[in-house]
């Protein structure tokens, strides 16, 4: 039978986490001979290489991989090339995916079959399923007061050298209670999730690799992931606004499909690179408000901010009450980040901040506010 899905996986030097994830591959309830699961390996040095070759699966297991590391973009455009699947999911090495996890992919492509589907923001929750001895002093503690509510703390924990592990993949593979009593409280709050959710200004943020589902054509189409990117950020948001400018349509699976493998912040690296996001600049320019946004108010650091932003911005273009104070905003956020991506010129830049804030005086609407707000953060670029 042909494969519908191929399942993406790229990793470097998570030999540990992606054990296990492989493993909650073996429960699930869609039939195995139509899926298929590729292990794309960025040069890890852990032997990655030798526990997938060895791991005993019952559905199609390729492993493929570059011979040193060459970024994040470069390790899953990897994986795509050897794909056969209809549908590309991407998911990350520390995703613990749940039983019906395929199957609900895909009873949502049949509904919405050109779409993104994305399992964010509904599984953006964590798990601890190992103890890192290089957690933070403020990562240790959370994990301790954790797992003191379950009755699983040990104090050994505090003395290991090693990662210990606190589910296997027999916990996984007879679906034990175990998991249960090492998912956290959601730390993300309700209304965020919400927000994020909203397809209705710059649905592409939706597009997060941590589980996100893609028809391969649409890949094929745009050429996958852009390789400029090679430090950690942007580099999916900038693949899901590519797709966006297609007119390709965006959906959040709302069930809960996964789990995040909790591991030390510092290996996650940072969200908003700036290089990377110089990157998405010179590729696309300065026409697009949604992109021009990210240099005043990253949606990693303030969606609601963000959101709201692009809100007011489309509401005041199409009134003629407003329409000239929408034109200031829209021309406050090209001009910032043009400063952000050039960082030169500062007197021209200062002085059309000036020109701006004096057509803006007095003015009272929502979108003038709003434009005050972003020409006080603009001059903050130059500070």
């Known amino acids: 039978m042909a494969i519908r899905y191929s399942i993406v996986i790229p990793t470097y ?7 296990l994830t492989l ?23 852990d032997g990655t290489k030798e526990m997938v070759e060895g791991f005993q699966a019952s559905y199609p297991l390729i492993y493929v991989s570059h011979q040193e590391q060459r970024g994040r973009s470069a390790v899953r455009n990897l994986g795509l090339h050897h794909a056969k699947g209809i549908y590309i999911i991407f998911c990350d090495a520390d995703f613990l995916v749940l039983p019906e996890f395929v199957r609900i992919v895909s009873d949502y492509h049949r509904k919405y079959p050109k779409a993104v589907l ?5 599984s953006w929750d964590d798990a601890y399923t190992h103890y890192y001895p290089d957690f933070s002093p403020e990562e240790k ?8 509510q379950t009755g699983l703390w040990n104090a050994d924990f505090e003395a290991a050298n090693e990662i210990i592990p606190l589910i296997t993949p027999e916990d996984i593979l007879h679906q034990t209670e175990a998991l249960s009593k090492v998912v956290l409280p959601s730390r993300v709050p309700p209304n965020i999730k919400e927000e994020f959710a909203k397809k209705d200004v710059a649905p592409w943020i939706l597009l997060v690799t941590r589980c996100v589902s893609i028809r391969r ?18 580099e999916d948001w900038d693949l899901g606004f590519r797709l966006h400018r297609l007119k390709i349509p965006f959906y959040c699976i709302e069930e809960v499909v996964g789990y995040h493998q909790e591991h030390p912040t510092y290996l996650r690296g940072n969200i908003l690179n700036p290089e990377n996001l110089k990157i998405m600049f010179k590729t696309y320019g300065f026409n697009n408000s949604s992109l021009n946004l990210f240099a005043l108010v990253p949606p990693s650091e303030d969606l609601e901010k963000y959101k709201n932003t692009l809100r007011v911005l489309r509401r005041g273009i199409r009134s003629k009450l407003t329409r000239s104070s ?6 406050t956020l090209r001009i910032a980040a043009k400063q952000f991506y050039k960082q030169n010129n500062t007197l021209t830049y200062k002085k ?32």
Do not use: C
Request: glycine share 6%; hydrophobic share 35%; charged share 25%.
């Open 13 to 19: 030097n998570r030999v540990q986490q992606l054990l």
């Open 23 to 45: 493993a909650s591959f073996e429960t699930q309830t869609y039939p195995k001979q139509q899926f298929e699961v590729i292990v794309a390996d960025d040069g890890s040095t």
């Open 118 to 122: 994305s399992g964010i923001p509904h």
């Open 141 to 148: 503690e959370h994990f301790r007061n954790t797992l003191t």
């Open 217 to 234: 054509s649409h890949l094929t189409r745009i050429g996958g992931f852009n390789e400029e990117f090679v430090l950690y950020g942007l």
């Open 326 to 331: 929408a034109l200031l905003l829209r021309r």
């Open 352 to 383: 059309s901040l000036r020109w701006i804030n004096k057509k803006a005086k007095g003015r009272n609407s929502q979108v003038a506010h709003v434009l005050r707000e972003m020409l006080l953060k603009s001059e903050k670029l130059v500070e």
